[in-house]
């Protein structure tokens, strides 16, 4: 645990996991929709970052308190709009984000608030935890965000455009749906 808890904790490992879009995503894109592909994923870090920076800055990293829903945060920046439905749609479906998945986790490991020991190792977990959980959200996010405008610019209808944004999520980022757990 200490030794994960170390690498989580690595500034470096978010840095590297945040270059996924460019390193695994854009190469899809560029490939799938022309190089305007390129620019919608520049275009798409815009507002998403922009969540996570505020949240970042509200929980001081993780040590003023523990992350919120990263994915509860991104869909209230785009509530009511066709995006927004669109990351609601991708998180019902096990795409976006594992937080369900993730809680029932800790839940099997006994995660316990009992004792100054089991405290410190929770805040250590809530710490570690909070840079990791955004970047892997806002890549994601990012991602279907940029592949939904391309699909949309295409002239595809909404419901294509949501099916070729977690097409793209589930080709360039790992695959957290339920269905592939074993």
Do not use: C
Not at 123 to 146: L, S
Request: proline share 4%; charged share 20%; no cysteine.
């Amino acid at each position: 645990k200490l030794g994960f808890t170390w690498f989580l904790m690595s500034p470096s490992y978010t840095l590297i996991n945040m270059t996924q879009p460019m390193l695994v995503a854009q190469p899809y894109l560029i490939g799938k929709y022309g190089v305007k592909g390129a620019g919608a994923l520049f275009k798409a870090y815009n507002g998403v970052t922009q969540v996570a920076v505020k949240e970042l800055w509200k929980t001081k990293a993780g040590w003023q308190s523990g992350p919120e829903n990263m994915l509860d945060l991104v869909v209230a920046e785009y509530k009511g709009t066709p995006t927004g439905d669109m990351i609601q749609t991708l998180a019902e479906q096990g795409i976006i984000d594992a937080t369900f998945m993730q809680e029932l986790y800790e839940a099997s490991q006994g995660k316990s608030d009992t004792g100054v020991g089991a405290k410190v190792v929770n805040k250590t977990m809530d710490i570690a935890r909070t840079m990791p959980q955004i970047a892997e959200v806002v890549n994601r996010v990012v991602v279907a965000k940029a592949a939904y405008e391309l699909e949309i610019k295409q002239g595809a209808t909404h419901e294509q455009a949501v099916e070729g944004a977690g097409e793209a999520i589930l080709q360039t980022q790992f695959d957290y749906s339920d269905q592939n757990k074993p």
